[in-house]
């Protein structure tokens, strides 16, 4: 069965400074790997998604992730912290079942930008 | 750009009331689902639906839950009696195809039960 794991529940960064946030997966398949962001009271943004090709993979608002499989991970950077970057960060991991997938979301992470 | 929209953007309840989330999926897309964020928790997956009727459902969507395509351009969520701990945030998502390359998700509905 498929699992994310988001190491850190909580991470606090000061603006300008680099952002990394975790992601380690289980997958029996290979995987399609996702980062969703949600602002307060906002609903699910995806950032990015890694299906096939290249690894290293380039989203919205400067961030990019890169899939390692050897490590099962996909973590999450931004060289350059912005305020407006304060929000809760979802890996998510699809799951292939009986013919029609769905993700699998880890715990999250709530990153906080501070001055 | 295509979006799936949600209605309502709150609802808030008295418990054992039935409450009907709606959603209005991309126009194109054939296979719909509904996700739930109880505050401050991960989303889960609730259910999965395509060709009028359900294809997976999690251990969560017990029998108080049913989903309807009734107009082909809606799809909704039903309680039937809500519970105190059904308050969450639902989301609805569509996809073109079975991939989630192409999964879309709504704004979500914030559902309160008092």
């Known amino acids: 069965a498929q699992s994310v794991t988001q190491l850190g529940s909580h991470v606090s960064v000061s603006e300008g400074a680099l952002v990394l946030l975790r992601c380690n997966y289980s997958?029996?398949?290979?995987?399609?790997l996702f980062w969703y962001v949600q602002y307060p009271n906002q609903g699910l943004q995806l950032l990015l998604k890694?299906?096939?090709?290249?690894?290293l993979v380039k989203g919205i608002n400067g961030f990019e992730a890169e899939f390692k499989k050897s490590e099962t991970s996909f973590h999450l950077t931004k060289p350059s912290a912005h305020m407006s970057d304060a929000a809760e960060y979802f890996c998510?991991?699809?799951?292939?079942?009986?013919?029609?997938?769905?993700?699998?979301f880890g715990a999250g992470t709530r990153l906080a930008v501070h001055p | 750009e295509p979006e799936v929209t949600q209605t309502p953007s709150h609802q808030v309840t008295q418990m054992g009331q039935e409450v009907i989330l709606r959603c209005v999926p991309i126009?194109?897309?054939?296979?719909f689902y509904w996700y739930r964020q109880i505050l401050g928790q991960k989303v889960e997956f609730l259910v999965s639906?395509?060709?009028?009727?359900?294809?997976?459902k999690s251990e969560i969507f017990d029998d108080q839950f049913s989903v309807e395509r009734p107009d082909g351009s809606n799809f909704t969520l039903k309680i039937r009696s809500t519970k105190l701990e059904d308050s969450a945030m639902y989301f609805c998502?569509?996809?073109?195809?079975?991939?989630?390359?192409?999964?879309?998700f709504g704004p979500g509905t914030r559902l309160t039960v008092l």
């Open positions: 998502a569509s996809s073109s195809g079975t991939s989630v390359r192409s999964l879309f």
């Open positions: 126009s194109n897309h054939l296979y």
């Open positions: 890694y299906t096939t090709g290249a690894t």
């Open positions: 639906f395509y060709n009028n009727e359900i294809s997976e």
């Open positions: 998510a991991v699809s799951a292939f079942s009986g013919g029609y997938n769905k993700l699998i």
């Open positions: 997958s029996s398949v290979p995987p399609y």
